[in-house]
């Protein structure tokens, strides 16, 4: 049996347990991982280091960002396992009850998927995050990190199965992958025996690798080609501070803007101000023939660039003739992840949000918005780009499946 089968039957048998723990404990238990996170900074910092110092001459300054942990981060990691074991728990909870003619009773009851699969890159955070998420939810899990962060990921879920032992959970509720070659994820991709579900968090390489060859279900997490539309009846003054904030936040994440569409009638007063707001962060500007000519210093997008997601300090600019071609730019391009429209005419904002086939649609509001804790649901297991099962940022209730349960009193058929 190779280690990656080991690791399935262990988190089997621990999934069996933790399907049918108490609340309670689970909490308990999320709480003590939260308080050992807060502990252990110091030796999180140590191993975090390690993979900077092998990272810095090989990595973009944006992924660089992804990968640095810090102690205010990791406060936040651990404040994150706190809200999500503040969460209701969604197993046992009944979503449908109803009585047959012939005396059966039937309940629709949320219960855990079992064992959840997570394949992801140079993101820390996710190593506690997704675990925090699948013990709250009822789910064991294996955790799959890139080569990049291995030692943070380590010596995070270190520190996380410490503190179940403490608690009596078991430990195997949670399981990193040692192994970051490529044959570890490909393994992961076929391990139907064990895993229920595989998700994958990265880049659209790996989420493209994840969809087309594993053998697992997929809950595909999209890459984030977001996209800012400012009408022709913005706020200016607001669509600077959206367009500002979704771009150079934290340009390395998924709902940070990539592409910025202005309507013709507002482009010549908007487009001159953006990039001199955008300038205050070095933002290279990519633009089509249209705003070129208003901002001759841009350099002229290539075609293949509108599919692009960029995670960096780049942000594609078009001028559009109307909110009808905004619309139809955005189907053809988009990730179907976030997109925003910044106006003041209520019609075109409810025409953009009922128009725009994306997880989360925003009307005068920043696409860093579309984020599990920014959304009220503690953390996220990823932003589902897909239309089964769940969309959008995926908290503990979104981890759950259901089973039908009839109760009868000698019924036959």
């Not at 039957?9 to 404990?25: F, G, M, P, V, Y």
């Not at 390489?205 to 087309?212: N, Q, T």
């Not at 997109?339 to 953009?352: K, L, N, P, Y």
């Not at 908290?395 to 109760?407: A, E, M, P, R, W």
Request: aromatic content about 4%.
């Amino acid at each position: 049996m190779t280690v990656l089968k080991t690791m399935g039957a262990l988190a089997k048998q621990a999934e069996r347990t933790l399907r049918i723990t108490d609340e309670s404990e689970k909490t308990k238990a999320l709480e003590c991982i939260a308080a050992a996170l807060k502990e252990n900074i110091p030796e999180i910092l140590a191993a975090n280091e390690k993979d900077l110092k092998a990272a810095r001459e090989k990595l973009s300054p944006s992924m660089i960002d992804r990968l640095t942990l810090t102690e205010s981060r990791i406060v936040s990691m651990a404040d994150a396992v706190l809200a999500v074991s503040r969460w209701p728990d969604p197993v046992g909870r009944v979503l449908e009850e109803r009585d047959l003619p012939n005396g059966l009773h039937i309940r629709r009851t949320a219960v855990p998927l079992g064992v959840i699969g997570i394949i992801f890159e140079a993101r820390p955070n996710v190593t506690s995050d997704c675990a925090a998420l699948c013990i709250k939810a009822g789910n064991a899990c294996i955790l799959r990190g890139g080569k990049e962060a291995f030692h943070s990921n380590a010596a995070i879920c270190h520190v996380m199965r410490q503190a179940l032992e403490r608690t009596g959970l078991d430990v195997n509720c949670i399981q990193l992958v040692e192994d970051t070659s490529r044959s570890s994820a490909e393994e992961m991709m076929s391990l139907t025996e064990y895993l229920d579900v595989l998700i994958p968090r990265g880049g659209a390489g790996l989420i493209r690798s994840v969809v087309e060859n594993a053998k697992v279900p997929v809950i595909e997490t999209g890459a984030g080609n977001c996209h800012i539309y400012v009408d022709k009846e913005a706020d200016p003054e607001m669509a600077l501070n959206i367009l500002f904030n979704a771009k150079t936040s934290r340009p390395s994440v998924c709902n940070a803007a990539e592409k910025v569409l202005v309507h013709k009638d507002i482009a010549p007063r908007f487009l001159p101000a953006m990039a001199e707001k955008l300038s205050e962060k070095n933002v290279e500007l990519r633009g089509d023939a249209a705003s070129k000519a208003l901002l001759p210093q841009i350099k002229e997008a290539e075609d293949n660039e509108w599919s692009c997601e960029y995670l960096d300090f780049i942000l594609g600019v078009k001028i559009v003739d109307s909110i009808d071609e905004a619309i139809d730019h955005i189907e053809r391009y988009s990730t179907h992840h976030s997109e925003c429209i910044v106006t003041e005419d209520q019609s075109a904002a409810d025409r953009f949000l009922a128009s725009v086939d994306s997880a989360a649609v925003y009307h005068n509001a920043s696409t860093r918005f579309t984020d599990g804790g920014e959304l009220g649901l503690g953390a996220e297991i990823g932003i589902s780009t897909q239309k089964l099962h769940a969309r959008g940022p995926m908290g503990v209730g979104q981890l759950v499946s259901y089973k039908y349960i009839i109760t009868g009193n000698g019924q036959i058929r």
